[in-house]
């Protein structure tokens, strides 16, 4: 037993110890960083759920050719209209933006035939 109380243990120094800490701490900020990059610029399903929603409610518009209303709330998601005049006579520019909780996740925007709300095809 004397024989052990002599014997030298090998260990870290307080240095070794906190340089490895800022190199693990280091490969873990560069790594969420990296993760929340790819998350981010993923196509996510909401995003295909409002690209196919603008879709729909442009192909409405032009075959309506005018704009019921302004704002629309579908899914918890903001769609707002403007609908302006061109140069050209009968045909006007269509922009629909769609936002979730003000934050802007899609754009459609096209030309399309103008009608009166009276008018039939």
């Known amino acids: ?3 052990i109380m002599h ?4 260990a870290s120094t307080l240095i070794e110890v ?5 190199i693990i701490v280091v490969i873990f900020t560069v790594a969420m960083r990296v993760f929340s990059n790819v998350l981010n610029t993923g196509i996510s399903f909401k995003k295909i759920q409002v ?3 603008l879709e729909q409610l442009a192909q409405e518009v032009k075959q309506q050719g005018y704009l019921k209303e302004n704002e629309l709330l579908l899914d918890s998601i903001s769609y707002r209209f403007r609908l302006t005049d061109t140069e050209t006579p009968g045909i006007a520019y269509l922009e629909i933006k769609a936002a979730i ?3 802007n996740v899609g754009i459609y925007k096209c030309l399309l035939q103008r ?3 009276d008018e039939k095809n």
């Open 101 to 103: 909780r003000n934050k």
């Open 18 to 22: 906190l340089i490895a800490m800022v």
């Open 115 to 117: 009608k009166e709300p």
């Open 51 to 53: 690209q196919n929603q």
């Open 7 to 10: 014997k030298k243990l090998k």
């Open 1 to 3: 037993m004397a024989g």
